[in-house]
């Protein structure tokens, strides 16, 4: 598939960030770790109300959620970045299957299937999917009846191979859930200087 990107050009050009979070939460988690990007994106939060994990599971309740994210990529001057946790990561796919383009993709505990979201078929330029083997809410998840949430972020991407799709083993043990510790202490570090470095790549054209 032939996509086209266009990126900011000059040292100082920033690209464009849609970000968006879990069903339970505001974005102040992940907030940790955007924060620390803005001397790279101008980020722009896509905001949709706390759910209760059956409310996820209307395919019209997500496709709407889908659909604002998609309108709002419409809208900037340039293909943007898109980064999303838990169901925030589930409504980027499901923006892209709906026609969304994004340059990078960060996903970070997807609750999404791990191989059976066509994203071989989805337009972006690389897809970075942060996942942790000891995830219980993902585990949890998995054993709800009917669930439309996956093992993305539990096991890895396991889908058609596709050399644009990058996994990166976050393992962590601290907390209950151990689903949002992407953005605590020294996993907010790690990943700030892995897309800085993607990002610094990508500007010299590698």
């Known amino acids: 598939m032939e996509t086209h990107f266009d990126l900011p050009s000059?040292?100082?050009?920033?690209?464009?960030?849609i970000v968006t979070y879990g069903i339970h939460s505001d974005g102040a988690r992940i907030q940790r770790l955007t924060n620390q990007l803005r001397?790279?994106?101008?980020?722009h939060v896509f905001h949709?109300?706390?759910?209760?994990?059956?409310?996820?599971?209307s395919y019209k309740v997500r496709r709407s959620d889908a659909m604002g994210i998609k309108k709002l990529a419409g809208q900037l001057d340039t293909v943007p970045d898109f980064m999303g946790h838990s169901y925030g990561a589930l409504l980027g796919l499901e923006?892209?299957?709906?026609?969304?383009?994004?340059?990078?993709?960060f996903l970070f505990g997807a609750a999404a299937s791990?191989?059976?979201?066509?994203?071989?078929?989805?337009?972006?330029?690389?897809?970075?999917?942060?996942?942790?083997?000891?995830?219980?809410?993902?585990?949890?998840?998995?054993?709800?009846?009917?669930?439309?949430?996956?093992?993305l972020g539990y096991i890895?991407?396991?889908?058609?191979?596709?050399?644009?799709?990058?996994?990166?083993?976050t393992f962590m043990t601290k907390g209950l859930l151990r689903h949002s510790g992407y953005f605590d202490g020294v996993n907010v570090a790690k990943i700030k200087a892995d897309i800085e470095e993607i990002t610094e790549r990508q500007k010299n054209g590698n």
Do not use: C
């Not at 000059?10 to 960030?17: K, Q, S």
């Not at 995830?135 to 709800?144: I, P, V």
């Not at 890895?156 to 083993?169: A, M, P, Q």
């Open 10 to 17: 000059g040292t100082l050009a920033r690209r464009d960030l």
């Open 39 to 43: 001397h790279i994106y101008n980020v």
């Open 48 to 57: 949709h109300p706390r759910r209760w994990a059956l409310s996820a599971y």
């Open 95 to 105: 923006a892209m299957k709906l026609g969304a383009e994004f340059h990078n993709v």
């Open 114 to 151: 791990s191989d059976k979201e066509p994203i071989n078929l989805m337009r972006f330029q690389e897809l970075h999917n942060y996942y942790n083997p000891k995830d219980r809410a993902l585990l949890l998840g998995s054993f709800l009846p009917a669930h439309v949430f996956g093992k």
């Open 156 to 169: 890895g991407y396991r889908g058609v191979d596709d050399d644009r799709v990058f996994n990166h083993d």
